[in-house]
T-cell receptor, first 109, second 113 residues
Framework: EDQVTQSPEALRLQEGESSSLNCSYT??????LFWYRQDPGKGPEFLFT???AGEEKEKERLKATLTKKESFLHITAPKPEDSATYLC??????????FGQGTILTVHP | NAGVTQTPKFRVLKTGQSMTLLCAQD?????MYWYRQDPGMGLRLIHY???????AKGEVPDGYNVSRLKKQNFLLGLESAAPSQTSVYFC????????????FGEGSWLTVV
């Protein structure tokens, strides 16, 4: 059975305090590892897709990395506007996604 | 969100009533999906479609039916709503290649009393 596990469940940071979110996955026939951001009352917003171990992608203060078993979302010098739930998902055939439960990030000013 | 529209946004149903959620996308995507999101459960795939006239079951299909009569629309139906179907429903779409970006709608909040 495909499984995606995210940790921690919740993370509180001070503005400027860098940290990382973890996504462990066991997904058969993985075609891509996806990261999304979700704000309260909104749909998931696409951030990154990683396709192979060793790959890295960056967007503003976010950097996603991928190994054969895990993905990390590194947040450098976060700002309050980075507060959101971050979702990790393994993608398989026909674009089907298996999601983790998400990490709720709160950045205090 | 890029071109995925869901209606209605909010709905309250009584147990046993039926309803249909409509998803429309204007990006000419082949693939479309319906997910549900519940606290502590993450998003789970209900049904999906790989093209006009096709549908397939996802992880949690029981109690739902879907139709894709037009390429741009994907309908999710509840024939006899149950309280366990209280959830937030998200539609998504993508181009016809695994690994492509998948775009989500804003969600439909459904409460069954």
């Amino acid at each position: 059975e495909d499984q995606v596990t995210q940790s921690p469940e919740a993370l509180r940071l001070q503005e400027g305090e860098s940290s990382s979110l973890n996504c462990s996955y066991t997904v058969s026939g993985l075609r891509g590892l996806f990261w999304y951001r979700q704000d309260p009352g909104k749909g998931p917003e696409f951030l990154f897709t990683l396709y192979s171990a060793g790959e890295e992608k960056e967007k503003e203060r976010l950097k996603a990395t991928l190994t054969k078993k895990e993905s990390f979302l590194h947040i450098t010098a976060p700002k309050p506007e980075d507060s959101a739930t971050y979702l990790c998902a393994g993608g398989t055939s026909y674009g089907k996604l298996t999601f983790g439960q998400g990490t709720i990030l709160t950045v205090h000013p | 969100n890029a071109g995925v529209t869901q209606t209605p946004k909010f709905r309250v149903l009584k147990t046993g009533q039926s309803m249909t959620l409509l998803c429309a996308q204007d990006m000419n995507h082949e693939y479309m999906y319906w997910y549900r999101q519940d606290p502590g459960m993450g998003l789970r795939l209900i049904h999906y479609s790989v093209g006009e006239g096709t549908t397939a079951k996802g992880e949690v299909p029981d109690g739902y039916n879907v139709s894709r009569l037009k390429k741009q629309n994907f309908l999710l139906g509840l024939e006899s709503a149950a309280p366990s179907q209280t959830s937030v429903y998200f539609c998504a779409s993508s181009y016809s290649s695994s690994g492509n970006t998948i775009y989500f709608g804003e969600g439909s909040w459904l409460t069954v009393v």
